[in-house]
Nanobody
Framework: QVQLVESGGGLVQAGGSLRLSCAASGSIFSINHMGWYRQAPGKQRELVAD???????DYADSVKGRFTISRDNAENTVYLQMNSLKPEDTAIYYCYYRHLGTAAWGQGTRVTVSS
């Protein structure tokens, strides 16, 4: 079992920045992917960013150039630095851990961007 604890959400004005953190604990395999999905009201959950344990990253087109995902393998923690935030980034952000066919999810952290 893997447990994920997120932090860092909040309310910010458009153009501002936030940093999300997600710490994993439990039965963690060294080879894995961690990242973030988000779900806005009335919309489907979408992938925001992913980072492998080897450091390879992937981003949604809508956040490229504005968001940066990183991780600390020693601390089993993943970060999402969000800059130049837009009102359309408003959503609940969910951290995930994925190893082969298994996945774990965080409880979600709310990000609200005011115009």
């Amino acid at each position: 079992q893997v447990q994920l604890v997120e932090s860092g959400g909040g309310l910010v004005q458009a153009g501002g920045s936030l940093r999300l953190s997600c710490a994993a604990s439990g039965s963690i395999f060294s080879i894995n992917h961690m990242g973030w999905y988000r779900q806005a009201p009335g919309k489907q959950r979408e992938l925001v960013a992913d980072v492998s344990s080897g450091g390879n990253t992937d981003y949604a087109d809508s956040v490229k150039g504005r968001f940066t995902i990183s991780r600390d393998n020693a601390e089993n923690t993943v970060y999402l630095q969000m800059n130049s935030l837009k009102p359309e980034d408003t959503a609940i952000y969910y951290c995930y851990y994925r190893h082969l066919g298994t996945a774990a999810w965080g409880q979600g952290t709310r990000v609200t961007v005011s115009s």
